[in-house]
């Protein structure tokens, strides 16, 4: 599985960017898709989630209410819309593919991650 990410850049405080995550190779049918960020100095952060098959979400704390992950399974992309940034929110985001996990359960620990994409700079100011 091959993950490209893209659509960082600078943005000021209050705007918005929609990152994407292009997936290619070998894809799961039935994964977990993920969006994760590192801040420098920082661990590495679970944004959201999104089940390949199905429309359940998840979302972390910090950005519940701001952001929105969904897909377009005919262009096997994960996106993450993201709005009212706030200067807290830049880092470096990554997306990741995770195996099928059952349906009660969310991956937010990103050593259980399969694939990694190569990471998109996202910067606020403020």
């Known amino acids: 599985v091959q993950l490209q990410a893209s659509g960082g850049g600078l943005v000021q405080a209050g705007g918005s960017l929609r990152l994407s995550c292009a997936a290619s190779?070998?894809?799961?049918?039935?994964?977990?898709m993920g969006w994760f960020r590192q801040a420098p100095g920082e661990v590495r952060e679970f944004v959201a989630a999104?089940?390949?098959?199905?429309?359940?979400?998840y979302y972390g704390d910090s950005v519940k209410g701001r952001f929105t992950i969904f897909r377009d399974n005919a262009k096997n992309t994960v996106y993450l819309q993201m709005n009212s940034l706030k200067p807290e929110d830049t880092a470096v985001y990554y997306c990741?593919?995770?195996?099928?996990?059952?349906?009660?359960?969310?991956?937010?620990?990103?050593?259980?991650?399969?694939?990694w994409g190569q990471g998109t700079l996202v910067t606020v100011s403020s």
């Open positions: 999104i089940r390949w098959i199905g429309s359940s979400t």
């Open positions: 990741a593919a995770h195996r099928p996990i059952g349906t009660a359960t969310w991956p937010m620990d990103a050593s259980t991650y399969d694939y």
């Open positions: 190779g070998r894809t799961f049918s039935s994964c977990v």
